[in-house]
């Protein structure tokens, strides 16, 4: 109890100041495979964190730790101020979980799903009533709250799952893959969701990714292969480090174009088709370059590296050509399963 | 979750909304205590839930009672105005309580596999509960389930009487409790689907055919009293009989006719004694349950 108390005052000394999560040389080996290989990170209280990296990189390993589902074979993790070794529980106690597989109980209402975890994560008995018709707001499904859950859609289910999570009101929600295999429109609602929470109710938020498209909500991206973080910023920062905006024009006279774009200080290469212009950003010089080529411009193509661009520029792969695991594969065994 | 900043500067708020749980040995308790009966509240649910259930798990000892119960009366004839069906009915009322705390127990394979065993088993608090919780799930259905059978009795000449039904709830439940505890325990060493109906063929059928609830243990050959003597269900089963025997008005030729009795080793064992082995049975399963239940994820 004393060990409880101590680390909930560090929690408390700190709460402003310290990192919901920080890890350090965090490793988990399985016989001769490395899946996390001494990863080093921290992400700030109210954050949008996200790892990004293809299946098999090691970010369920890794969420897994933090969760303390998976004990590290070496390095040091602090979630929410405690150690996930030396104090599972309480680390269990101010983490939200949202797993890649669905675990709710279909037999039973949205409603009774909540208020069995309320009870299993300690929810005082008088708020488990106001928290569960919070959380179903957050998630706008308060209308199907007494629903049985065997009725609600792939993407409700984990909709009503991020609720869960959210119950116990967690400092640290963490989402492993929240919104593989659901169709875009759901998981542009659940990327709505998890902004509310965020705004809301100012929840640090962890996930996982493959989806690169996804990850550029986040603030900041850790990117993870074969264990390993090999890069980790901002979106922004990260794609500006793998190259600059280009913007691509044809015109009637690429040559008086080149010429007149270079007198303008511009750095213009002549290429397939046309000339390409490195700019520092491509929104904002699309209008001056047009009005500086000095001949009708016919096609203009802005371009800002994408993280697709970073991936392949720190391994050198596709993101989805990954370790011969079959994404595709996986969605469909899900569906089926949801079925 | 700030009340405990050094600064303290801000205004006194009532215990924050956000509060995490206090930690004290009394909540820590407590909470575990409700953990126990949400558990337990969910078995309910989904017990009266699924009213095919309630109705498959009638079906089978309906059969027992009536079509094997004729069939055979005709074979073992009438002693002293005592039959088969009367015989016969405490086994098959044992023998759907059983059922219905195995499936119960075994329910843990499906939590398994669409999810909810994780939901359940990364939550902060201890296992203990939650296999007492659904050990105490599972033994409230079952004996639910036994009591509904209680209405067959007269339909085969069993005369209840308030003490009788006391009884054998209460012996219902222990014997619930038992099976449950098996159950979880044996679930936890599931781990796909598939070899659900497996066990269930392989491990209850036997169990349930080799523990007397069908016929008189006594005068079997060598390796079949054996059998029926390792099976810790025939400890559970003959108190059964015993109890509802004994509030029969049957003649000294019908007693003897149908002997409710365990021997071991020309030993006759008393009522407490067979009680006994069904508790440490059910003891047993449940450390084993729990230790089962903790080696998963």
């Not at chain 1, 998890?194 to 990117?223: K, N, S």
């Not at chain 1, 090999?230 to 174009?257: M, Y």
């Not at chain 2, 909540?27 to 126990?36: F, K, L």
């Not at chain 2, 099976?179 to 063929?201: C, D, L, P, W, Y």
Request: proline share 5%; charged share 20%.
């Amino acid at each position: 109890m004393t060990d409880v108390e101590a680390g909930k005052l560090q929690v408390g000394a700190s709460a402003n100041s310290s990192p919901a999560v920080d890890v350090k040389g965090l490793t988990k080996r399985y016989g001769d495979l490395t899946a996390v290989d001494g990863i080093d990170f921290s992400v700030g209280q109210g954050e949008v964190f996200a790892f990004l990296g293809p299946n098999g990189a090691g970010k369920s390993t890794t969420i897994k730790m933090l969760c303390t589902l998976a004990h590290p074979t070496s390095g040091r993790a602090m979630v929410a101020g405690f150690d996930v070794g030396s104090d599972a529980k309480s680390v269990r106690r101010h983490i939200g979980l949202v797993f890649q597989e669905q675990t709710l109980d279909d037999q039973l209402t949205a409603e009774e799903n909540l208020r069995f975890h309320a009870v299993l994560y300690g929810v005082p008995h008088g708020q488990v009533e106001s928290r569960i018709a919070r959380v179903m707001e957050l998630v706008a499904l308060s209308d199907r709250r007494k629903d049985l859950v065997s009725t609600y859609s792939g993407g409700m289910a984990r909709r009503l799952e991020i609720a869960r999570g959210m119950l116990h009101t967690p400092k640290i929600l963490f989402l492993d893959e929240p919104t593989v295999g659901l169709d875009p429109q759901t998981r542009a609602l659940i990327w709505e969701d998890i902004q509310r929470l965020r705004i809301e109710e100012g929840v640090t938020i962890f996930l996982t990714t493959h989806y690169m498209d996804e990850a550029e909500y986040a603030e900041r991206i850790a990117i993870i292969d074969y264990g390993r973080i090999i890069a980790l910023d901002t979106p922004d920062v990260l794609k500006a480090s793998v190259g600059t905006d280009t913007v691509a024009i044809e015109t009637s006279d690429d040559e008086a174009a080149l010429v007149a774009l270079q007198r303008a200080g511009y750095t213009v290469e002549r290429t397939e088709g046309g000339l390409t212009a490195f700019v520092a950003d491509e929104e904002a010089a699309v209008g001056p370059i047009v009005a500086a080529a000095g001949v009708p411009v016919r096609t203009v193509r802005a371009h800002r590296p994408t993280l697709d661009d970073v991936f392949l520029h720190y391994t050198g792969r596709e993101i989805r050509e990954q370790h011969g695991e079959a994404i595709p594969m996986m969605a469909r065994a899900r569906g089926a399963r949801r079925s | 979750m700030t009340t405990l900043s050094t600064t303290g500067s801000t205004a006194p708020t009532p215990a924050g909304p956000a509060a995490t749980p206090a930690v004290d040995p009394g909540t820590v308790i407590s909470d575990e205590i409700r953990v126990v009966g949400m558990v337990w509240e969910r078995e309910l649910i989904r017990y009266v839930r699924t009213r095919t259930r309630i109705v498959s798990g009638l079906i089978q000892p309906v059969l027992f009672l009536f079509v094997l119960g004729y069939g055979m009366s005709g074979l073992v004839g009438t002693t002293g105005g005592f039959n088969f069906r009367q015989f016969v009915y405490p086994g098959v009322v044992a023998m759907s309580v059983v059922m219905t705390a195995m499936f119960s127990a075994l329910s843990i394979v499906w939590d398994r596999e669409f999810g909810f065993l994780r939901e359940m088993l990364v939550a902060p608090v201890s296992r203990v509960s939650l296999v007492l919780g659904k050990t105490a799930g599972g033994a409230t259905v079952a004996a639910v389930q036994g009591t509904i059978m209680l209405v067959l009795a007269p339909l085969v000449g069993i005369h209840l009487t308030p003490v009788l039904v006391v009884q054998m709830i209460c012996l219902e439940l222990l014997m619930a409790v038992a099976m449950t505890t098996f159950g979880v325990f044996v679930a936890s060493r599931i781990q796909k689907m598939e070899s659900f109906q497996v066990v269930m063929q392989m491990l209850l059928m036997p169990m349930l055919f080799l523990s007397g609830a069908l016929f008189p243990l006594n005068g079997l050959p060598g390796w079949l009293t054996v059998i029926t003597r390792l099976n810790p269900l025939t400890y559970a089963i003959a108190p059964f009989r015993q109890v509802v025997f004994a509030a029969q008005d049957m003649s000294p030729a019908a007693r003897a006719r149908f002997p409710t009795n365990v021997t071991l080793f020309g030993y006759t064992l008393p009522i407490g004694m067979e009680l006994a082995i069904v508790v440490v049975f059910a003891l047993v399963f449940f450390v084993l349950a729990f230790r089962g239940l903790s080696k998963t994820e």
